[in-house]
């Protein structure tokens, strides 16, 4: 049974309370209707805010999680990755360096080639000297002769 009290809100009489119940009784028993709406608000808040709460910690452990998921996974890409990267590094190494020797190889018998040619060309030089030579000492024995 709800009855008003001087301050304009409601009360609540309890079924136990009793006119013959002393005046400390009744005032505890009886609560007003804005005290009982206080405290379901309070216990509402009090569980909205653990329900908040719960889903922020389950929000940030399962982001947490999936961080650290991303970060083995992308630790191990990178990972190929850069071993990938080695083995494209060395392998053009390999192939410069194999170019290089072939280019090596090819002006050696480049040069040989020129240095036999050089060495022919200074033998007909030579031979033709000594033909010319030859040929002058001829003339001048015949000039000598007819004098």
Do not use: C, W
Not at 131 to 144: C, D, G, L, P, Y
């Amino acid at each position: 049974m709800y009855t008003s009290n001087s301050n304009n809100s409601k009360t609540i009489n309890s079924p136990s309370s009793s006119s013959s119940s002393s005046s400390f009784d009744n005032e505890h028993k009886r609560e007003t209707v804005a005290t009982i709406a206080s405290r379901l608000n309070l216990g509402e808040d009090l569980t909205l805010a653990y329900s908040l709460q719960e889903e922020e910690f389950r929000f940030h452990y399962s982001n947490n999680k999936e961080k650290h998921k991303n970060l083995s996974k992308d630790f191990k890409l990178s990972r190929q990755e850069q071993i990938a990267e080695l083995e494209k590094a060395e392998n053009e190494r390999k192939e410069i360096a194999r170019r290089d020797e072939e280019l090596a190889l090819e002006l050696t018998k480049k040069f040989e080639l020129e240095e036999i040619k050089q060495n022919e060309q200074a033998k007909r030089d030579e031979e033709l000297a000594r033909q010319i030579a030859n040929s002058e000492f001829i003339s001048v024995q015949k000039r000598e002769e007819k004098i």
